[in-house]
T-cell receptor, first 110, second 117 residues
Framework: DAKTTQPNSMESNEEEPVHLPCNHS???????IHWYRQLPSQGPEYVIH???SNVNNRMASLAIAEDRKSSTLILHRATLRDAAVYYC???????????FGTGTRLKVLA | GAVVSQHPSRVICKSGTSVKIECRSL??????MFWYRQFPKQSLMLMAT?????????EQGVEKDKFLINHASLTLSTLTVTSAHPEDSSFYIC?????????????FGAGSRLTVL
């Protein structure tokens, strides 16, 4: 299964942008890049996904490197409610599985 | 948006009993559902992939006779922990695969916290 690497933790000040990096050097051509986040004691929540082009939605933006070996989730203005563990996942169409890595624990400072 | 209901949210049982957890997609049909297990301070571990009308596919190291998965309809999958023991205590989370922008994405249930005494 293709793997992702993320920093264990990051901090951000409230109202400032946050850039959460993810490395996926073994990505294959048909793998989608997904981001989910998990608040304490809850199930994960879908944030965004992409294949090759950058993507924007109401929650965040996803910037994908040209070689697709890395991506960055961008929260434009962090709020206290954005404090969560953010998981970058590769959805492999060959195996049809979503394998979670260790994720990045984001702490937002008031 | 897509909603997945998972029940019960918390269950406490005695060692040796069986516990059933239900996962329902409320406003969409899910051919494929996934079951995860999560220990405190750890990431989600995929247990099995559940496909409607067929046997579940279990990940390596997950006992299929211990964790029975049934996906009898396009909106319901169940996980039964049979003869539960304290080491089975964990947070179990289901997810249903739906479509978003032409791609498959997951919608998760709120999770079920199992405590085996």
């Amino acid at each position: 299964d293709a793997k992702t690497t993320q920093p264990n933790s990051m901090e951000s000040n409230e109202e400032e942008p946050v850039h959460l990096p993810c490395n996926h050097s073994t990505i294959s051509g048909t793998d989608y890049i997904h981001w989910y986040r998990q608040l304490p004691s809850q199930g994960p929540e879908y944030v965004i996904h992409g294949l090759t082009s950058n993507v924007n939605n109401r929650m965040a933006s996803l910037a994908i490197a040209e070689d697709r070996k890395s991506s960055t989730l961008i929260l434009h203005r962090a709020t206290l409610r954005d404090a969560a563990v953010y998981y970058c996942i590769l959805y492999t169409s060959g195996t049809y599985k979503y394998i979670f890595g260790t994720g990045t624990r984001l702490k937002v400072l008031a | 948006g897509a909603v997945v209901s998972q029940h019960p949210s918390r269950v406490i049982c005695k060692s040796g009993t069986s516990v059933k957890i239900e996962c329902r997609s409320l406003d969409f049909q899910a051919t494929t559902m996934f079951w995860y297990r999560q220990f405190p301070k750890q990431s989600l571990m995929l247990m099995a992939t559940s496909n409607e009308g067929s046997k579940a596919t279990y990940e390596q190291g997950v006992e299929k006779d211990k964790f029975l998965i049934n996906h009898a309809s396009l909106t319901l999958s169940t996980l039964t922990v049979t003869s539960a023991h304290p080491e089975d205590s964990s947070f179990y989370i289901c997810s249903a695969q739906g479509q978003e922008g032409g791609a498959n994405v997951l919608t998760f249930g709120a999770g079920s916290r199992l405590t085996v005494l």
